[in-house]
T-cell receptor
């Protein structure tokens, strides 16, 4: 079992729709969760961080965390073609040292 | 505020050679992590440095090494290069908070091609 699992996609959604990206993790000691966006040929860019159960909203983005189910998701409302990218889920465990583990990433395609 | 700076951006090396990559973190950030990204494996953690000490290491052979200087700049070295080392190498810097919740910011990466 991979430590952080994501469906590699591609996930195709029409412009204006809600894109839902999902991520599960195996380490119950994980404390911090991040979503990165990576355009082709570019480096990952941090778009959301979430540390406690529930929802966190930032503009068109909403991150959801459920530690009991070991599940974190990212919703993108009113999807735009410029949102087309690979979205990486990252999980951080601390405790003497930091270990960040990334999922393989989900490729999102927003169709105009 | 300047971001994370990685040099060089592109590099072509021959099998058997060695290479050194450099990373300058965001000012004030003391934690620097290195990752290897390949299409099939995604982002793989190499190692993390904090205050010149390696705190954590991923599952890579000893050919991969690194160090951090007193100004938090970090270098990564790969010796005896193999074709499979061709990848995008990313450096990320973090400002570790007291709570341990740390956001990592990535540099633009170094694209290494081994021929």
């Amino acid at each position: 079992q991979k430590e952080v699992e994501q469906n590699s996609g591609p996930l195709s959604v029409p412009e204006g729709a809600i894109a839902s990206l999902n991520c599960t993790y195996s380490d119950r000691g994980s404390q911090s969760f991040f979503w990165y966006r990576q355009y082709s040929g570019k480096s990952p860019e941090l778009i959301m961080s979430i540390y406690s159960n529930g929802d966190k909203e930032d503009g068109r983005f909403t991150a959801q965390l459920n530690k009991a189910s070991q599940y974190v998701s990212l919703l993108i409302r009113d999807s735009q073609p410029s949102d087309s990218a690979t979205y990486l889920c990252a999980v951080l465990r601390t405790g003497g040292y930091q270990k960040v583990t990334f999922g393989i990433g989900t490729k999102l395609q927003v169709i105009p | 505020k300047a971001g994370v700076t990685q040099t060089p951006r592109y590099l072509i090396k021959t099998r058997g050679q060695q290479v050194t990559l450099s990373c300058s973190p965001i000012s004030g950030h003391r934690s620097v992590s290195w990752y290897q990204q390949t299409p099939g494996q995604g982002l793989q953690f190499l190692f993390e440095y904090f205050s010149e000490t390696q705190r954590n290491k991923g599952n890579f052979p000893g050919r991969f090494s690194g160090r951090q200087f007193s100004n938090s700049r970090s270098e990564m070295n790969v010796s005896t290069l193999e074709l499979g080392d061709s990848a995008l190498y990313l450096c990320a810097s973090s400002l570790k908070t007291g709570a341990g919740n740390t956001e990592a910011f990535f540099g633009q990466g170094t694209r290494l091609t081994v021929v």
